[in-house]
Structure formats: structure tokens, C-alpha cells
């Protein structure tokens, strides 16, 4: 089983960034640039929901409409790190966030689900002030 770290989390202000790092360790942990990534996201009192996936190799990303170009998600194989850069946060993006992670080769564009994943992070609190 990979554990995944989260970090980076905070209070900020309405139209700042923030970026959120989750860092892959544990003895399974074979090679991560073999693993899919992803983050989700579950504001207080709704369920939890798909953010963005990025494939093993980093060149193949995957977000949800409602994101509309304001998040990024990267990853840096050597450091065993997904990043999800979030710019001009909204009171809305209020939430706990959560990393993911699948030993897969598979497209983003078929990981969206939380059942695609296998491994998840304890999450990191996000507030957007307004």
C-alpha cells in the first residue's frame, strides 16, 4: 500500500493561490512514475468530488468542467510528488483535500472515479475567505 502525504493547505483570501503538494512513500512503492495520481476535494456536509488526474508520465491531464482552467495539476517523478496548483480561489473551493494514487497506465481522461484509486492521503483543509 503507497502512503500519500498531503501538504500545503491553508487559509487564503479570495483570488489568491495556493499549492498543494502530496508526496508517495511506503515500502510497496515500486516505482511512482508507474502510479496515476489524482485529487478530490469534499466540502463540509457534501460528498467527496473528482478535481484533476495526471497519467504516469505527466503529459496526459484530466479535469472536471467545473474547474474552468484554475487548477493545474503537475507531478514530479524524482520527488514522488503531485502538485495541484490553484489560482484565483473562490469561497467555494472551501474544502478538504484529498490526493489519490493507482499503480496504472491507463489514460487520465479513465481515471475520475474514486473506485479508479487505490491509495488516498488523509487530506489538507483549504478555507477561502471572502
Known amino acids: 500500500q503507497v502512503q500519500l502525504t498531503e501538504s500545503g493547505g491553508g487559509l487564503v483570501h479570495t483570488g489568491d493561490s495556493l499549492k498543494l503538494s502530496c508526496t508517495a512513500s511506503?515500502?510497496?512503492?515500486?516505482?511512482?512514475?508507474?502510479?496515476?495520481m489524482g485529487w478530490f476535494r469534499q466540502a463540509p456536509g457534501k460528498e467527496r468530488v473528482f478535481l484533476a488526474t495526471?497519467?504516469?508520465?505527466?503529459?496526459?491531464?484530466n479535469y472536471a468542467d467545473s474547474l474552468k482552467g484554475r487548477f493545474t495539476i503537475s507531478r514530479d517523478n524524482m520527488k514522488k510528488t503531485v502538485y495541484l496548483q490553484m489560482n484565483n480561489l473562490k469561497a467555494e473551493d472551501t474544502a478538504v483535500y484529498f490526493c489519490?494514487?493507482?499503480?496504472?497506465?491507463?489514460?487520465?481522461?479513465?481515471?475520475?472515479?474514486?473506485?479508479?484509486?487505490?491509495?488516498w492521503g488523509q487530506g489538507t483543509q483549504v478555507t477561502v475567505s471572502s
Open positions: 511506503g515500502r510497496t512503492l515500486d516505482t511512482f512514475d508507474s502510479y496515476a
Open positions: 495526471i497519467d504516469w508520465s505527466g503529459d496526459d491531464t
Open positions: 489519490a494514487a493507482r499503480a496504472t497506465l491507463v489514460p487520465a481522461s479513465r481515471m475520475f472515479r474514486e473506485a479508479d484509486f487505490r491509495s
